[in-house]
């Protein structure tokens, strides 16, 4: 049973354009999301995460939106570059009791940015 | 800091030998996780550790032991290598009740069985 899911497994995009990168979860007990990147040989690197009191957060190009009702989350990247082509991870956990720290990864998809 | 390391980088074994692979962290993290990655299904978490002398059971844990006898290491054992476990393990460490959740990732160890 797939807890978070990334149903696009590759996304192609120009450089300068909007990269948005979608997630599903259906646990109600997650309360903190997280976007990871990973280039290949070396492992997943923090990108932006959000928590469930709050619906939006930026940082730099990257945006990330969380819908609650929906169980939905999106990345957005604004201006996508080539250096963004990566593979994209959201995950997701509950930061309460015995389930603190441990990390439930969507399948992942693959971020191309054409010059 | 070197951060998260991880030994070796790739490793062939036969079905039924056993191997240790290593993690080791700098950065003084209470908590330390296996997580195995594999194509179409993510990462998913093998073991997990919330210091020195615990260790718990994650999502996979069948096939593979841990121990934590010290803050900075977390070896992960498998006891007797099957082709199932051809993947691509990743070991992870995060300060505890750290209120970012941000975990930090070492650069994997590729192994196949054959």
């Known amino acids: 049973d797939q807890q978070v899911k990334q149903n696009s497994p590759s996304l192609s995009v120009q450089e300068g354009r909007i990269s948005i990168l979608n997630c599903d979860y259906t646990?109600?007990?997650?309360?903190?999301f997280l976007w990871y990147k990973k280039y290949p040989a070396e492992g997943p690197t923090f990108l932006i995460s959000?928590?469930?009191?709050?619906d939006k957060n930026e940082d730099g190009r990257f945006t990330v939106f969380l819908n609650k009702s929906a169980k939905h989350l999106s990345l957005h990247i604004v201006p996508s570059q080539p250096g963004d082509s990566a593979v994209y991870f959201c995950?997701?956990?509950?930061?309460?009791?015995?389930?603190?720290?441990?990390?439930?990864f969507g399948q992942g998809t693959i971020l191309t940015v054409h010059p | 800091n070197a951060g998260v390391t991880q030994t070796p980088k790739f490793q062939v074994l036969k079905t039924g030998q056993s191997m240790t692979l290593q993690c080791a962290q700098d950065m003084n993290h209470e908590y330390m996780s296996w997580y195995r990655q594999d194509p179409g299904m993510g990462l998913r978490l093998i073991h997990y550790s919330v210091g020195a002398g615990i260790t718990d059971q994650g999502e996979v844990p069948n096939g593979y032991n841990v121990s934590r006898s010290t803050t900075e290491d977390f070896p992960l054992r498998l006891l007797s290598a099957a082709p199932s476990q051809t993947s691509v393990y990743f070991c992870a460490s995060r300060k505890y009740r750290d209120s970012q959740e941000t975990q930090y990732f070492g650069p994997g160890t590729r192994l196949l069985v054959l």
């Open positions: 995950a997701a956990s509950r930061t309460g009791g015995t389930s603190y720290g441990k990390l439930t």
């Open positions: 959000i928590s469930s009191i709050k």
């Open positions: 646990n109600s007990m997650f309360d903190y």
